[in-house]
């Protein structure tokens, strides 16, 4: 994985974090008799902070904190705090997605404000094959040791919750994860239990598009015009993607076999080039780091069908040359497409003996 950088660092300084998560490492410190007086030093937190639910964090030095705390805790205690989650632990998150008359409209609910709970990392719908809905999970800064564990908990506790709104009989058709898989991989079964793959090229999470349809028995449409509501009041400044990226995006998966560039996507939204750079920075990302993440995304899904070919996929995304398609790939996901395809069709035909 690449270093923190200094955009990484600046999109840091924003408070965002809830204290849950951090409590939640204490309980168990302080429950299992794991030393943690010095998680805290130098990060200008305080265990008293961590104490008030009111109280927003900054991401790095949560972070931090996180980090020293696995250094002396169960190796795995993402899984283990994720999955006794509840709908009440998401607060008011939680209770908006209950007054939804649809698990799919409160799926929304959940990917348009989970910074009110706050979070290391949030799910983007993603590109997935016929009948079903896929979401990947992205950090919300870069911090290779404790990705695991961010990884474990944000897909449990959101499997928990999801299981909370429409019944314990939901089962994700998979989840993949990008890193090895850990010497407990038996747990991940035990938790999510649903097929797991690990070494994919995103953190994923892929249901039944059925399950959208499926009725809240909570729904409330006047409680749900007063919680949004008050969930749109408390959305920090800068915790999701603005408007401009939402903007590009919308357009680039539109266009990805014309290969747009920047100064075709500027023209649409009438704006130069220049001014395109400096909000898509302002919002912390570039137009190449967009360009690339749908690319791998929507590239990802492709392949796991057999009728196209890995010219065809490449032409899919924008390549006219498939080797100009096999050199981008492997830079970007450490595989050539062709042998992350006999992987992907490999694990699916597992999964249906």
């Known amino acids: 994985m690449r270093q923190p950088s200094d955009q990484d660092s600046a999109k840091s300084d924003i408070a965002l974090m809830s ?8 309980e168990t410190a ?19 902070q ?8 900054p991401n790095r030095p949560t972070a931090i904190v996180i980090d020293r705390a696995l250094r002396v805790l169960p190796e795995t205690i993402g ?7 509840h709908v009440g632990n998401f607060g008011l998150l939680g209770l908006a997605m209950t007054t939804a008359a649809t698990f799919g409209e409160a799926l929304q609910i959940g990917l348009r404000f989970t910074p009110v ?16 809905v896929a979401l990947a999970g992205q950090m919300t800064l870069t911090y290779p040791s404790i990705h695991r564990f961010v990884c474990e908990e944000f897909f449990s506790s959101c499997l928990a919750l999801a299981r909370g709104l429409v019944g ?3 089962r994700p058709l998979r989840i993949e994860f990008s890193y090895p898989a850990p010497d407990y991989a038996s747990h991940y079964r035990d938790v999510f239990d649903c097929p797991v793959a690990f070494e994919q090229p995103q953190n994923r999470l892929v249901l039944d598009a059925q399950w959208l349809a499926a009725p809240l028995p909570t729904h409330n449409p006047i409680a749900s015009r007063q919680v949004l509501a008050l969930c749109e009041a408390q959305m920090p400044e800068g915790a999701v993607p603005g408007e401009v990226t939402a903007a590009v995006e919308r357009l680039l998966r539109a266009q990805l076999p ?9 023209a649409q939204l009438h704006v130069s080039e220049r001014t395109l750079r400096r909000q898509l920075t302002g919002e912390g990302t570039s137009f190449h780091e967009i360009h690339d993440r749908l690319r791998i995304d929507h590239a990802y899904a492709l392949l796991r069908e057999r009728h196209l070919t890995i010219a065809s996929v490449g032409a899919a995304i924008g390549y006219k040359d498939p080797r100009d398609f096999r050199r981008a790939f492997k830079r970007l996901t450490g595989e050539t497409p062709r042998a992350l395809r006999e992987r992907l069709l490999a694990e699916i035909a597992r999964e249906r003996r």
Do not use: C, H, Y
């Open 19 to 26: 204290p849950n998560l951090l409590w939640g490492l204490l």
């Open 50 to 57: 961590v104490a008030d639910p009111g109280v927003r964090l």
């Open 79 to 85: 899984l283990d705090i994720g999955r006794n989650q």
């Open 117 to 132: 709970v706050g979070s290391l990392m949030r799910f983007v719908e993603s590109a997935s094959e016929s009948g079903t």
């Open 258 to 266: 014309q290969d747009p560039k920047l100064a075709g996507i500027a």
């Open 168 to 170: 314990e009989s939901l």
């Open 30 to 48: 302080d429950r299992i008799g794991a030393p943690s007086d010095d998680w805290f030093a130098g990060t200008g937190l305080s265990r008293a």
